[in-house]
């Protein structure tokens, strides 16, 4: 598929994606990111590994932007974020892939948590109605 094909089914996703839908696209974009910048270390693509990072930051921080402070959850995700977010520039300073490599299985188990999590909602929203 040629760039501007993927770029047209992107946004075509985003506009028709219900609000938890788009946090499953922020997880997977951010997780995609992560993985381009450990190749990128891999192959010393410096600029290439500079770039997926901070786009993978860019994600979290809009992730953290996103949380409803009314659950207390919230908290326990805003520390997780930033916690990968300085895992993150500890990656991008030292070159470190396992850094990356931890940051891509967190924000993956957080993804799976949620996608679970919405799909159980809308099992218990679809047996109440």
């Not at 992107?10 to 951010?30: D, H, I, K, S, Y």
């Not at 600029?47 to 994600?59: A, E, L, P, Q, R």
């Not at 207390?72 to 396992?98: P, W």
């Not at 891509?104 to 099992?123: G, P, Q």
């Amino acid at each position: 598929m040629n760039q501007q094909a993927q770029e047209t089914y992107l946004r075509m996703q985003v506009n028709t994606a219900a609000p938890w839908e788009l946090t499953t696209l922020l997880f997977n974009g951010c997780i995609k990111f992560m993985k381009h910048a450990a190749l990128a270390i891999k192959n010393n693509d410096f600029s290439g590994k500079n770039i997926n990072i901070k786009k993978s930051v860019d994600i979290i921080d809009e992730l953290t932007i996103t949380l409803n402070h009314n659950y207390e959850i919230a908290g326990d995700l805003e520390k997780i974020y930033d916690y990968v977010k300085r895992r993150l520039f500890h990656a991008n300073l030292k070159l470190d892939e396992g850094a990356l490599n931890e940051c891509i299985e967190l924000i993956s188990d957080l993804r799976d948590s949620w996608v679970t999590a919405m799909k159980e909602l809308h099992n218990v929203a679809k047996v109440q109605s």
